[in-house]
């Protein structure tokens, strides 16, 4: 026979403090109902319960849903987990800082060590002493892992501000050319007919479609993880991107890129290019994205950025036909050069150069910060 009088399953403690974390939100105003708390607990679930940044933003992002809130919940959370009252105008707390940041401005003890020691720490120590702006500044080619490493960090936290157009359609604004006269009509009737304030509208801007070709060829084998990572934040910030590879052969990428984590979208995109690190054709690669995809629209008013090397051991005649067809469909043509500024030219580089609109240098992250900040300008 069963025991039918036993008692109710243990509760899980830190279940409790969950719970009762959000009923203390409650009570101090802001609306947490119960499917909050539960979202809440399902949040925390894979995470740390120990770290203090997993339990501040999984609670954030699930309990918080308006931005008045912010000083409360900050309040509630410092009263409820540190036993410490909270300032009530901090509304963003418990970020976490940049890691290269904080290696750069370590200070490390120097003990007595053995040889051995001294050379096991050799590496991590070389990390310490980089500071992010030799990091920025600093030729993929030569960097080693770990800092590699870093500056992937760094990418992800780049946002990128994607070209934009103006349309023909209009929307109110305060200092437009345009005069609203719908808007200045229906004020002047509150007044009687005296149009005391003009309303003017201006032109909408919208996004212009982008599109990353880049080269994974054995010569761009320095370059192209790093420019991989970028395409990947770049799809992350905008909707309208496209992404291809090519090596001998041209690769859509796009829906590989689409993974949120870094890593595995990387994965995805190095399982669809069965070229990585071979040959490089860039003129038949490019003719083979005008004819199959820009004629389909997907160049047209866009802004293609090509990241190569420019060594091409295909016909240079096909290159700049591919080219010339290129600039006629697309908007603007940004070339990404890693040697640009060298002082050589390579044959491919030399016959594209007529029709490409901007040369950035793509040996470092700050060329790409560079390329950022002219892309806003590709109106």
């Not at 959000?22 to 949040?43: E, H, I, M, Q």
């Not at 003719?287 to 090397?309: H, K, M, P, Q």
Request: include cysteine; hydrophobic fraction near 40%.
């Amino acid at each position: 026979m069963t025991d039918r009088a036993a008692g109710p399953a243990p509760v899980d403690p830190f279940l409790e403090t969950l719970v009762g974390f959000g009923w203390a939100l409650r009570d101090a105003g802001v609306p947490v109902g119960t499917g909050d708390v539960l979202t809440y607990c399902a949040a925390m679930e894979p995470l740390d319960p120990t770290d203090l940044l997993d339990l501040y933003w999984a609670g954030r992002t699930t309990l918080v849903t308006r931005r008045d809130q912010l000083p409360t919940y900050h309040r509630i959370f410092r009263e409820w987990f540190l036993g410490v009252p909270g300032p009530p105008d901090e509304s963003r707390p418990f970020n976490r800082p940049d890691p290269v940041e904080a290696w750069a401005e370590l200070q490390l003890p120097e003990p007595e060590q053995t040889d051995e020691e001294r050379e096991q720490e050799e590496a991590p120590m070389g990390l310490v002493g980089s500071t992010v702006a030799t990091l920025r500044t600093k030729s993929f080619a030569e960097c080693s892992p770990d800092e590699l490493a870093a500056l992937r960090r760094i990418l992800r936290t780049v946002r990128l501000t994607p070209p934009r157009r103006r349309t023909r359609r209009t929307t109110p604004a305060d200092t437009g050319r345009r005069l609203d006269l719908r808007r200045t009509v229906r004020a002047a009737l509150r007044t009687h007919g005296d149009p005391v304030t003009l309303h003017r509208r201006e032109r909408r801007l919208r996004q212009r479609p982008l599109v990353l070709v880049l080269d994974v060829s054995g010569s761009m084998a320095d370059y192209s993880r790093a420019l991989l990572q970028w395409a990947h934040v770049t799809s992350r910030a905008t909707r309208r991107v496209e992404v291809f590879c090519f090596g001998t052969r041209l690769t859509r990428i796009t829906r590989a890129l689409e993974h949120r984590r870094p890593d595995d979208a990387l994965a995805r995109a190095a399982e669809a290019v069965v070229d990585w690190e071979g040959g490089t054709r860039i003129g038949a690669s490019l003719d083979e994205f005008v004819r199959t995809w820009g004629r389909r629209g997907l160049a047209r008013g866009a802004v293609v950025v090509i990241c190569s090397d420019g060594l091409d051991r295909g016909d240079p005649a096909l290159l700049e036909t591919a080219m010339e067809r290129l600039a006629r469909l697309s908007h603007r043509i940004v070339w990404l050069d890693p040697h640009a500024g060298s002082g050589g030219t390579s044959l491919g580089m030399a016959v594209a150069a007529p029709y490409v609109d901007e040369t950035v240098s793509a040996r470092d992250l700050a060329g790409l910060e560079d390329l950022a900040g002219r892309l806003v300008a590709l109106r």
